[in-house]
């Protein structure tokens, strides 16, 4: 079993959830989620009145009261947070833990930038499907996968930063490392896409995604983050920690299955998910 938990499921969210998730109950990898549309462009902004920056910058306050603890269990972080610029944000990540005196071992992925290559692909206008021409966008990003994740831990990294990979990329990649999955262990990677889909947006799927909130969940204004608890052939227990607030129940979960979905097949980098075959029950409390 691989407990894969998550503490961001947006840039400037709660800051103390790292902290959280390490602290409150036992997680083998900790991911976070800090790239919506918008973020893009915030971080365009950012890096366009400082060629250093271009990456979610909160990641660093997150991380730098926890990174001795990360380093000393030997906890795997999986981010996004390096939005634009991947490798400045684990420079960032190698300066503070020398400036922390942690020893621990930081890798990036990159590739998704395709801002240089905008002419030669002919991309569209989302709006009006007519070519962009002379046009420069601001940003252009493709969406990576899971597998550049997957050999920097297999290679020994602890602390992983990407750029623009897929929201359940940043659960595939670490489960594939774990369990050994191929390219074309299909239900294990699509087991663990649903699994990747459900906490990606962190207290969503403890109650923050639920119409019925009011009602069934508990300490609403603080949720637990969630925790999924993967096994070797793609299944999944999804959970949280003890004592912390929010519920996990087939409900709050569904209401995130069907977050940001267009149909059943959910297509993504590394497998496409048929959702029509998920099935949901009831394992106990939360």
């Given amino acids: 079993m691989l407990r894969i938990a998550n ?15 390490l602290n409150d109950g036992p997680v083998d990898v900790v991911t976070g989620d800090y790239l919506a549309e918008l973020t893009m462009l915030i971080l365009f902004r950012s890096r366009l009145k400082d060629p250093t920056k271009g990456y979610a910058s ?9 990174l001795g603890t990360v380093a000393d269990r030997g906890t795997q972080v999986v981010v996004n947070a390096g939005g634009l610029a991947p490798a400045a944000c684990a420079d960032a990540v190698r300066a503070l833990a020398e400036r922390l005196g942690v020893a621990v071992p930081v890798a990036h992925v990159e590739g998704d930038d395709l801002l240089p290559r905008v002419g030669e692909l002919d991309l569209p206008h989302l709006d009006t499907g007519e070519p962009l021409g002379g046009r420069q966008p601001l940003t252009a990003n493709a969406y990576l996968g899971a597998w550049g994740i997957a050999r ?4 020994g ?12 990329s940043l659960v595939v990649g670490p489960a594939a490392a774990r369990f050994g999955w191929a390219r074309d262990d299909w239900d294990a990677l699509a087991g663990a896409v649903v699994a ?8 969503q799927a403890t109650g923050g995604n639920y119409a019925f909130w009011q009602d069934e969940v508990a300490q609403p204004l603080r949720m637990g983050f969630p925790v999924a608890e993967l096994h070797e052939d793609g299944s999944c227990v999804v959970t949280k920690h003890p004592g912390t607030g929010g519920a996990v129940t087939v409900g709050t979960v569904t209401a995130q299955l069907l977050y940001e979905i267009g149909g059943p097949l959910y297509a993504g980098p590394d497998v496409v998910a048929d959702f029509s075959t998920i099935r949901l029950s009831d394992d106990g409390p939360d």
């Fill in 7 to 21: 503490c961001s499921g947006f840039y400037g969210d709660r800051l103390t959830a790292l902290s959280e998730v």
């Fill in 58 to 66: 909160t990641f660093l306050r997150q991380l730098e009261g926890v």
């Fill in 196 to 203: 990747g889909h459900v906490i990606e947006c962190g207290t």
């Fill in 157 to 168: 990294a602890q602390v992983v930063v990407t750029g623009r990979v897929t929201d359940a």
């Fill in 152 to 155: 920097a831990l297999q290679q």
